[in-house]
């Protein structure tokens, strides 16, 4: 992670460029990428397909100009592009570089739109949705018509993403929303339209900010708050608190939901590391326990988490 004198939990510093699909060239680009990663930040985020539908190889110009970069300022950059897979195929693809440089994780969309059956080549499905283990955290990618697709963001969850990437060609807006509200973990965009939006765990719409050109957005998330339900857990968190009240603080309270947040007071200190050390379970481990111990008892998964 970029260095951050005394950090209270585990900030992460995310970059989202939105411009319109080949409106700007690499060049320009690169500048803002090198502008925004100088002066120190985690993640750099791009529209889907910015540079165009026609495909490149993960060696050519596009990915290793922004690997130079990530390189140079020590940052992971996130750089959706239509690549030649080692086949021969055409993927609508999201190229995770990490810090070093080096390609760290590839997502191929797995839910192409109508229309990118019809280029020249056709892009084809993609056939997982892999997590990475970056340094800050757990990162999932999944791109625009994802978003109308739950297995995509269970596949994720399951794989305990704690922040996921969408570029898009389009806002998509609570359709998002109900992901994170569903799943967990963050969410940040970067789009063809303009706009960037960010969902916390919770569901809560962070950020939305909209502009002209290449807009740039900058935010800071902390992965380290954990969202918990009331159910097994308030004997627990009423302790933690009232034993470790100095090192975690309880941030937030849904009663509706019988949701809380809890998160790190102080330098050095894990809030979720310090639930876990109480016995809190995290609200989708509880979710994702009960489901497999009530499908447990029926015999087999209910039908809506079977294919159709």
Known sequence: MTETANPVGRPVRVVSLSFRMGSKRLEEVAAVVDQEGAPGCDLIVLPETWTGTVPQRLEDRTVTTLAALARAHHTYVVCPINRWDDGGRCLNSAVLIDRRGEVACVYDKAYPYWS?????????????????????????????????????????????????????????????????????????????????????????????????????????????????????????????????????????????????????RRPGVSARALARAYGLEELRDYLSRSRREIDHMRGAPFPADRPA
């Open 116 to 264: 990118e059956f019809d280029q020249k080549p056709p892009v084809q499905v993609g056939r997982d949705a892999p997590v990475y283990p970056a340094d800050f955290g757990r990162v999932g990618m999944a791109i625009c018509f994802d978003v109308n697709f739950p297995a995509v963001w269970q596949r994720l969850a399951d794989q305990r993403a704690e922040l996921v990437v969408w570029p898009s060609a389009y806002s998509a807006g609570s359709s998002l929303q109900a992901h994170a509200i569903n799943h967990h973990f963050a969410i940040v965009t970067g789009t063809s339209t303009g706009d960037c939006q960010v969902y916390d765990i919770t569901g809560e719409r962070v950020l939305d900010e909209r502009g002209e050109g290449l807009h740039v957005s900058r935010m800071t998330l902390d992965l380290d708050r954990g969202i918990y339900h009331e159910n097994f857990n308030l004997e627990k968190r009423d302790r933690l608190l009232r034993e470790r009240g100095d090192d975690v603080l309880l941030e937030k309270s849904l009663p509706r939901e019988e949701w809380f947040v809890l998160r790190a």
